[in-house]
């Protein structure tokens, strides 16, 4: 779990590892360094990757919570299999990973600190906040993702899509996105995180 941010110095470039498995079985990390101007990458690309990471950063920092029961656990996996089963009824195939988990937040949602809620719930503006100030970037009509980001952008599923555009595109807040899908804010918070994780992973290395 990430719970210190890129030391300002450092962020003129976005690195991150991931594990690459070996021809004996194990597994060794590598290091990906992704530099504007290089492979389609914008210098907008790289602040809003830091941008997200310091939002991760700092809902893992106020949200640390004991580990779920395992009663709940076995719960969540009897929702799960209901889920897929009933997502495939409908849609005809089955949901992805994300999808699972979107639904399993928001059907399971973790014991949040209350000071995250009591922030949104007394409308503090996003500009005078100091938690989302710090991860705030300025947005304008003319903003467009790279071609790269364009590509990752349909390895996303259609929820993550959606808060991701609303928020990074159309630059609504996300106590108004939450307000307009119906859902809570924390599950915005996840749904952006998630989407995240599908960016890093697949930016070109």
């Known amino acids: 779990m990430r719970i210190r941010k890129t030391k300002q110095a450092e962020r003129g470039v976005y690195k991150y590892s991931y594990q ?16 504007p101007g290089e492979d389609g990458v914008t210098e907008m690309d790289i602040k809003r990757l830091h941008a997200l990471d310091d939002s991760v ?3 893992n920092c106020k949200n640390l919570r004991p580990e779920r029961s395992a009663e709940e656990k076995e719960r969540i996996k009897a929702f799960e299999k209901e889920y897929v089963q009933k997502f495939k009824l409908q849609h005809g195939y089955e949901p ?5 988990k ?17 922030a949104f719930e007394n409308e503090i503006d996003e500009d005078k906040s100091s938690v989302i100030a710090a ?19 349909e390895l996303l599923s259609d929820k993550q899509r959606e808060v991701l555009d609303l928020k990074f ?11 307009m899908l119906g859902v809570t804010k924390m599950a915005i918070t996840k749904r952006l995180a998630s989407a995240y994780d599908v960016i890093r992973k697949n930016m070109k290395r």
């Open 57 to 59: 950063v700092y809902y």
């Open 169 to 179: 595109i159309d630059g609504y807040t996300q106590k108004e996105i939450a307000d």
């Open 20 to 35: 690459v498995r070996t021809e004996s079985g194990g597994y060794t990390t590598e290091m990906v360094v992704l530099r």
């Open 102 to 118: 979107d639904a399993v937040s928001e059907a399971f949602p973790s014991n949040y600190n209350l000071s995250l809620d009591f």
């Open 135 to 153: 991860t705030a970037v300025p947005f304008d009509d003319k903003f467009e993702w790279s071609e790269e980001m364009e590509d990752i952008r």
């Open 96 to 100: 992805n990973k994300d999808a699972i």
